[in-house]
């Protein structure tokens, strides 16, 4: 038996919230995960709010396709309001979403989504500071620590990380084939 082994991307500029990316990251590559980090510029240094980790980025929001994943995971703090102004990163969730595949937000890695238009009906979680932004997108904001809806998977807050990371592996598993 051969296993298949998964690819997530995950959607990353500087200022994210170092517990929301370290921790998911870890338990990806972990459980066998091929993890690559997209970003606005491809070899670019990126740095966590706390500046506890850093990391580099494998690939650029325009080379990157959305097709070669199994998984997109969107960590929150300051990066997601830099990702939400790059059109190739909105297009890559949006061509993600069609696509069906899951998409992992956590904190304030819904406005990503928001901004790509992809809120509208959907119910989430999110950082409880904007959940008038989500509910501008059309989406339902619950105080809850961790949401699926269809191919979504929001949570609020790093206290939160144990139920995203467990949802995201639970969805995404290792198939055997």
């Given at each position: ?65 959305a097709g070669d994943y199994q998984a997109v995971v969107i960590p929150g703090g300051k990066s997601p309001a830099k990702l939400l102004e790059n059109e190739h990163i909105l297009a890559f969730v949006q061509k ?82």
């Open positions: 038996m051969k296993m298949m082994v998964k690819k997530v991307a995950f959607l990353l500029a500087d200022g994210y919230e170092d517990s929301e990316m370290k921790n998911p990251y870890e338990a990806l590559t972990q459980n066998g995960t091929d993890v690559v980090i997209i970003s606005l510029e491809k070899g670019a240094q990126l740095n966590g709010k706390k500046g506890t980790i850093s990391y580099t980025a494998h690939l650029a929001a325009e080379e990157a396709n993600a979403d069609q696509a069906g595949t899951t998409i992992a937000a956590i904190c304030h890695g819904p406005q990503v989504l928001a901004k790509a238009g992809l809120l509208q009906g959907r119910t989430l979680t999110a950082y409880p500071g904007i959940a008038d932004e989500v509910r501008a997108a059309g989406g339902t904001f619950v105080d809850q620590e961790v949401v699926v809806d269809g191919n979504l998977i929001t949570s609020r807050t790093p206290e939160d990380e144990p139920a995203f990371i467990q949802e995201i592996i639970n969805r995404i598993g290792v198939v055997a084939y």
